[in-house]
Structures are given as structure tokens and as C-alpha cells.
């Protein structure tokens, strides 16, 4: 896996870059997600840590 660097789009002379990262779908089955679920990532040294999002319920 590499992680990809993409212009989302141009606006007024500047870009504005995303990144992207492409997982095997043994990995999304294995973790037990879908298509369309939410994730919350968290950065440490050296890695990036994707969960399934929990929603809040008022």
C-alpha cells in the first residue's frame, strides 16, 4: 500500500490536496466493514489508526 497525493480541486489559482490510501478487501471484510461506514482516525508516531465511528444518540 502507498499513500496517494490527489488535487481535489482548484479554486482562485490554489489547489487543495487530499490523500488517499487504498486497502486490500480482505482487510476491510476482516475488520468487519462495509462500504459507506464511517471512520475516526487517529495519528500517532509513524501510523494511523482507522475505527468504525460510534454515533452519539441524543
Known amino acids: ?5 490527489e488535487v ?3 479554486y482562485k489559482e490554489k489547489k487543495y490536496i487530499k490523500y488517499k490510501v487504498n ?3 480482505s482487510l476491510i ?4 466493514l462495509k462500504v459507506g461506514d464511517e ?4 495519528a ?3 501510523k494511523i489508526i482507522l475505527k468504525k ?3 452519539i444518540v441524543e
Open 1 to 5: 500500500m502507498k499513500v496517494l497525493k
Open 8 to 10: 481535489s480541486r482548484e
Open 23 to 25: 486497502l486490500p478487501s
Open 29 to 32: 471484510k476482516d475488520a468487519g
Open 39 to 42: 471512520l475516526a482516525a487517529e
Open 44 to 46: 500517532e508516531e509513524g
Open 53 to 55: 465511528a460510534t454515533k
